[in-house]
C-alpha cells in the first residue's frame, strides 16, 4: 500500500530487521533517525517533535513484536516524514531569509509500514494480529493513537500501517449516520488524485506481466467456500486497484446477499457495508464494468470517487457482483477497469468451483445419512462406545461403516464394516449394506445366515456391473463383523454370536489383562457367491470387553512397520483393563494416531461392547 505524499520505496527509510528480539529496538531507532533528520532544521516545537516520535516509536515497537510473535518471519519496516514549507506570512522573522527564501518546514505526518512474511492463500482472521493469553494490544495502541491505520495482505507478506498526525484529531461529526459514514469514506485516499499518478499505479500492476492476474489466479485456486472467495477477492483488490471493494453473491431464492465488504482502513467497513447494503447490484451477464453510484455522494458532502460493477459470470450464469470504489479521480483509467474486469472472471470461476463442491458435500451428506445409523441403541449391562474418523480431509464420510440395532426379544445386533473404494458408489454399497443386514435380522436370519445372503447379493451385483462397464467395471469387494448381543440381566454379561468376513478379527479382554481373538477371520463377501460362513459363539463375562476394528487401525503404518505387527493391537488392548466402552474407545484411537507421523492414510473405526461388573 501507498499513503498520499509516502515514498516507502527509498532504501533509505525502508530497512529488513532480523526475526529476533533485536527487532523492535532496530525498527525504534529507524523511526528517530528519520524524524529527527526531517526535524533538525525545521520549525516543528521540540515538544511535539518528542511526542510525535514516542507514540511512533511506540506503534512500530508493538506491531513489530506482534510480527515476531505471531509470524516469526523475516520483517521489514519502512518509515516515511510528511513536511510542509510554512508561508512567510506564518514565519517569525528572525527565520525569514532577506529576500524571503528558505521557510523552514513543519512537520505533519509520520507514516510507517511492518511486513512480514506470510504463507501463500493467509486470509484475515489469523491469528497473526489476534489477542492472545498476556498480549494483543498492539492494535488497540494503533488506533488509540493513529490518525488511520490499515492491513493489507499481499501475495508474500501482510503489510500493518499507521499514519500519526501533528495536528489533533477533528471531533466526531454531530451529524446523521449518513453524514458520518460520508466523512469515513473519504477521509482515508489511499491513491493520489493526480490522473499521471493514477496511470503510474495501474501501469505496475498492468504492465508486469500479467503478475497481478497470476498471483489472483494461484491465491483463488483450489478455494472451495464462496465465502472465503470474496474475502480473498477484496484483499487482492483493495488497495492495489481500489481504496474499497465488495463483493455480492447470488441466494438459492434469486436475490444477491453482500458476502464481504473489504476497505483499505479496517474502520470504515462497517460504515462502507451500512452505505452499500440497502442497494444490491442486479443479475447480469454483462462482465463489463458498470458504473456504479459512489457511496453518500448525495449528501455534497466530503470528496467523492467512482465506482465500477462487474458481474461474476461463469458456465453462463451469473453468480453474483464485484463492485470496486478509488476515491480522487471521477472515473477509473481504463487499464484499471480492465485488470479488475479480468479479477473479476476469475472470482467467478473461484465461486463457481466452490459450489460445484458445495452441491457434492451435501451429496455426501445425503449418502452419510444412509450409511451411518443416526444413533447406536442402549443394551441393558452393555456399555457401548464408537470411534469413526474418515481419513480425507474435509470429508464425512468414508468407507466404513457401523450398526447398532435392537432385534426384539433381548437381543441386539451389531456390525461393522469396511466397502473396498472412498468414491460415492461405493458409499451407496455400504447404506445398502446396512439397510439389508437389517433387514435380513429382523426376519429371523441367523449371523451365518445373514452374512451367507449378503454375499449372495453382491457377487451378483458385482456380476452385474462387469455384464454391464466391462472391463472398466469395478467390483466391490466387502468385509464385516457381524454379530448377535443377547444380555443375561440375571447373570450378568452377554452372550454373543460373531462371525467375520475378511475382517481384522474381533479380540475379547477379560479382567486379567488376558487378550484373545474370539473368532477366526473369512473370505471377502462378495468374491464366491457360494460361499459358505461360520459363526462363533462365545460368553462376554462382566468386566470384559470386546474390540472390533477396521483395517486403518490394524495396518496403520510407522516405516515399514504396521500397528499389528507383533500383535501390536492386543498390546494396547491389554493395557485397557478395567476401563468401561468409552475410555478402552478413545485409548485405541489415540493410539492409531500416535503410532505414525503421517496423516492417517485410511477411514478408522472402532467398535467396543463392555460388560458391566455387577
Not at 342 to 359: G, K, L, S
Not at 375 to 395: D, F, K, N, R, S
Not at 531 to 557: H, I, K, M, N
Given at each position: 500500500m501507498r499513503l498520499p505524499s509516502a515514498d516507502l520505496s527509498d532504501p533509505a527509510s525502508r530497512r529488513a530487521l532480523p526475526a529476533s528480539q533485536l527487532a523492535p529496538s532496530a525498527a525504534r531507532?529507524?523511526?528517530?533517525?528519520?524524524?529527527?533528520?526531517?526535524a533538525r532544521s525545521g520549525a516543528t516545537p521540540r515538544q511535539v517533535t518528542r511526542r510525535l516520535t514516542e507514540d511512533a516509536m511506540l506503534l512500530v515497537s508493538e506491531l513489530v513484536t506482534n510480527a515476531l510473535v505471531h509470524a516469526g518471519t523475516r520483517i521489514e519496516v519502512a518509515c516515511d516524514v510528511e513536511t510542509r514549507r510554512r508561508k512567510p506570512q506564518d514565519a517569525a522573522p528572525e527565520e525569514t531569509g532577506a529576500a524571503g527564501e528558505g521557510h523552514p518546514a513543519e512537520l505533519v505526518a509520520v507514516l510507517v509500514?511492518?511486513?512480514?512474511?506470510?504463507?501463500?492463500?493467509?486470509?484475515a482472521g489469523d491469528s497473526s494480529g489476534e489477542r492472545t493469553e498476556g498480549r494483543g494490544l498492539g492494535l488497540q495502541m494503533?488506533?488509540?493513537?493513529?490518525?488511520?491505520?490499515?492491513?493489507?495482505?499481499?501475495?508474500?507478506?501482510?503489510?500493518?500501517w499507521f499514519r500519526i498526525a501533528v495536528s489533533e484529531l477533528e471531533p466526531e461529526p454531530s451529524g446523521t449516520l449518513s453524514e458520518a459514514m460520508q466523512r469515513e469514506l473519504v477521509a482515508a485516499e489511499i491513491y493520489s488524485a493526480s490522473r499521471e499518478a493514477d496511470r503510474r499505479r495501474a501501469a505496475e500492476w498492468t504492465d508486469s506481466g500479467g503478475s497481478f492476474l497470476a498471483?489472483?489466479?494461484?491465491?483463488?485456486?483450489?478455494?472451495?467456500?464462496?465465502?472465503m472467495v470474496a474475502a480473498l477477492a477484496g484483499q487482492l483488490l483493495v488497495p492495489r486497484l481500489a481504496d474499497w471493494c465488495a463483493v455480492w453473491l447470488t441466494t438459492e431464492s434469486g436475490g444477491m446477499r453482500l458476502a464481504?465488504?473489504?476497505?483499505?482502513?479496517?474502520?470504515?467497513?462497517e460504515a462502507l457495508r451500512l452505505a452499500l447494503e440497502p442497494d444490491p447490484p442486479g443479475p447480469n451477464l454483462r462482465t463489463v464494468g458498470i458504473p456504479w453510484p459512489w457511496p453518500g455522494h448525495a449528501e455534497g458532502s466530503g470528496r467523492s470517487g467512482s465506482a465500477l460493477a462487474f458481474s461474476l459470470v461463469a458456465g453462463g450464469t451469473c453468480l453474483g457482483s464485484l463492485v470496486i470504489g478509488r476515491s480522487g479521480p471521477t472515473e477509473m483509467t481504463a487499464s484499471v477497469a480492465r485488470t479488475a474486469e479480468d479479477a473479476a472472471r476469475r472470482v467467478a470461476q473461484a465461486v463457481f468451483t466452490a459450489r460445484q463442491y458445495t452441491r457434492q458435500t451435501t451429496i455426501s451428506r445425503a449418502l452419510q445419512r444412509r450409511q451411518l445409523p443416526p444413533a447406536l441403541a442402549a443394551l441393558p449391562g452393555v456399555e457401548t462406545a464408537i470411534v469413526y474418523e474418515p481419513h480425507a480431509m474435509g470429508q464425512t464420510v468414508g468407507g466404513d461403516f457401523y450398526?447398532?440395532?435392537?432385534?426384539?426379544?433381548?437381543?441386539?445386533?451389531?456390525?461393522?464394516?469396511?466397502?473396498?473404494?472412498?468414491?460415492?458408489?461405493?458409499?451407496?454399497?455400504?447404506?445398502?449394506t446396512r439397510h439389508l443386514v437389517r433387514l435380513l435380522a429382523r426376519e429371523g436370519h441367523g449371523v451365518d445366515s445373514v452374512l451367507g445372503k449378503l454375499n449372495a447379493a453382491l457377487a451378483e451385483e458385482s456380476a452385474e456391473a462387469v455384464a454391464v462397464g466391462g472391463e472398466t467395471a469395478?467390483?466391490?469387494?466387502?468385509?464385516?463383523?457381524?454379530?448377535?448381543?443377547?444380555?443375561?440381566?440375571?447373570?450378568?454379561?452377554?452372550?454373543?454370536?460373531?462371525?467375520?468376513?475378511?475382517?481384522?478379527?474381533?479380540l475379547k479382554l477379560s479382567m486379567d489383562g488376558r487378550v484373545e481373538p474370539v473368532v477366526e477371520s473369512q473370505l471377502l463377501l462378495g468374491i464366491d457367491e457360494?460361499?459358505?460362513?461360520?459363526?462363533?459363539?462365545?460368553?462376554?463375562?462382566?468386566?470384559?470387553?470386546?474390540?472390533?476394528?477396521?483395517?486403518?487401525?490394524?495396518?496403520?503404518?510407522?516405516?515399514?512397520?504396521?500397528?499389528?505387527d507383533d500383535d501390536g493391537l492386543a498390546k494396547i488392548f491389554a493395557g485397557c483393563t478395567g476401563l468401561g466402552a468409552k475410555a478402552v474407545a478413545e485409548r485405541v484411537r489415540q493410539a492409531t494416531h500416535d503410532f505414525g507421523t503421517e496423516p492417517l492414510e485410511d477411514d478408522v473405526a472402532i467398535l467396543v461392547l463392555h460388560a458391566v461388573a455387577r
Amino acid at each position: 500500500m501507498r499513503l498520499p505524499s509516502a515514498d516507502l520505496s527509498d532504501p533509505a527509510s525502508r530497512r529488513a530487521l532480523p526475526a529476533s528480539q533485536l527487532a523492535p529496538s532496530a525498527a525504534r531507532a529507524l523511526v528517530r533517525a528519520e524524524i529527527e533528520k526531517h526535524a533538525r532544521s525545521g520549525a516543528t516545537p521540540r515538544q511535539v517533535t518528542r511526542r510525535l516520535t514516542e507514540d511512533a516509536m511506540l506503534l512500530v515497537s508493538e506491531l513489530v513484536t506482534n510480527a515476531l510473535v505471531h509470524a516469526g518471519t523475516r520483517i521489514e519496516v519502512a518509515c516515511d516524514v510528511e513536511t510542509r514549507r510554512r508561508k512567510p506570512q506564518d514565519a517569525a522573522p528572525e527565520e525569514t531569509g532577506a529576500a524571503g527564501e528558505g521557510h523552514p518546514a513543519e512537520l505533519v505526518a509520520v507514516l510507517v509500514e511492518v511486513a512480514d512474511a506470510q504463507p501463500t492463500g493467509r486470509v484475515a482472521g489469523d491469528s497473526s494480529g489476534e489477542r492472545t493469553e498476556g498480549r494483543g494490544l498492539g492494535l488497540q495502541m494503533v488506533g488509540s493513537l493513529a490518525e488511520s491505520w490499515g492491513v493489507a495482505y499481499r501475495h508474500t507478506e501482510k503489510v500493518v500501517w499507521f499514519r500519526i498526525a501533528v495536528s489533533e484529531l477533528e471531533p466526531e461529526p454531530s451529524g446523521t449516520l449518513s453524514e458520518a459514514m460520508q466523512r469515513e469514506l473519504v477521509a482515508a485516499e489511499i491513491y493520489s488524485a493526480s490522473r499521471e499518478a493514477d496511470r503510474r499505479r495501474a501501469a505496475e500492476w498492468t504492465d508486469s506481466g500479467g503478475s497481478f492476474l497470476a498471483e489472483v489466479s494461484e491465491l483463488l485456486a483450489g478455494q472451495l467456500d464462496e465465502d472465503m472467495v470474496a474475502a480473498l477477492a477484496g484483499q487482492l483488490l483493495v488497495p492495489r486497484l481500489a481504496d474499497w471493494c465488495a463483493v455480492w453473491l447470488t441466494t438459492e431464492s434469486g436475490g444477491m446477499r453482500l458476502a464481504r465488504v473489504w476497505h483499505s482502513d479496517e474502520r470504515k467497513v462497517e460504515a462502507l457495508r451500512l452505505a452499500l447494503e440497502p442497494d444490491p447490484p442486479g443479475p447480469n451477464l454483462r462482465t463489463v464494468g458498470i458504473p456504479w453510484p459512489w457511496p453518500g455522494h448525495a449528501e455534497g458532502s466530503g470528496r467523492s470517487g467512482s465506482a465500477l460493477a462487474f458481474s461474476l459470470v461463469a458456465g453462463g450464469t451469473c453468480l453474483g457482483s464485484l463492485v470496486i470504489g478509488r476515491s480522487g479521480p471521477t472515473e477509473m483509467t481504463a487499464s484499471v477497469a480492465r485488470t479488475a474486469e479480468d479479477a473479476a472472471r476469475r472470482v467467478a470461476q473461484a465461486v463457481f468451483t466452490a459450489r460445484q463442491y458445495t452441491r457434492q458435500t451435501t451429496i455426501s451428506r445425503a449418502l452419510q445419512r444412509r450409511q451411518l445409523p443416526p444413533a447406536l441403541a442402549a443394551l441393558p449391562g452393555v456399555e457401548t462406545a464408537i470411534v469413526y474418523e474418515p481419513h480425507a480431509m474435509g470429508q464425512t464420510v468414508g468407507g466404513d461403516f457401523y450398526d447398532l440395532f435392537a432385534l426384539g426379544r433381548n437381543r441386539w445386533a451389531f456390525l461393522l464394516g469396511d466397502v473396498q473404494g472412498k468414491d460415492p458408489e461405493a458409499m451407496s454399497v455400504t447404506g445398502l449394506t446396512r439397510h439389508l443386514v437389517r433387514l435380513l435380522a429382523r426376519e429371523g436370519h441367523g449371523v451365518d445366515s445373514v452374512l451367507g445372503k449378503l454375499n449372495a447379493a453382491l457377487a451378483e451385483e458385482s456380476a452385474e456391473a462387469v455384464a454391464v462397464g466391462g472391463e472398466t467395471a469395478q467390483p466391490r469387494f466387502l468385509s464385516l463383523v457381524y454379530g448377535e448381543v443377547e444380555p443375561d440381566e440375571e447373570a450378568g454379561g452377554a452372550r454373543c454370536t460373531v462371525a467375520s468376513a475378511g475382517h481384522p478379527p474381533p479380540l475379547k479382554l477379560s479382567m486379567d489383562g488376558r487378550v484373545e481373538p474370539v473368532v477366526e477371520s473369512q473370505l471377502l463377501l462378495g468374491i464366491d457367491e457360494s460361499a459358505d460362513f461360520e459363526a462363533y459363539p462365545f460368553e462376554l463375562a462382566p468386566g470384559q470387553s470386546l474390540l472390533c476394528v477396521t483395517d486403518g487401525v490394524t495396518e496403520r503404518r510407522n516405516g515399514s512397520r504396521q500397528l499389528d505387527d507383533d500383535d501390536g493391537l492386543a498390546k494396547i488392548f491389554a493395557g485397557c483393563t478395567g476401563l468401561g466402552a468409552k475410555a478402552v474407545a478413545e485409548r485405541v484411537r489415540q493410539a492409531t494416531h500416535d503410532f505414525g507421523t503421517e496423516p492417517l492414510e485410511d477411514d478408522v473405526a472402532i467398535l467396543v461392547l463392555h460388560a458391566v461388573a455387577r
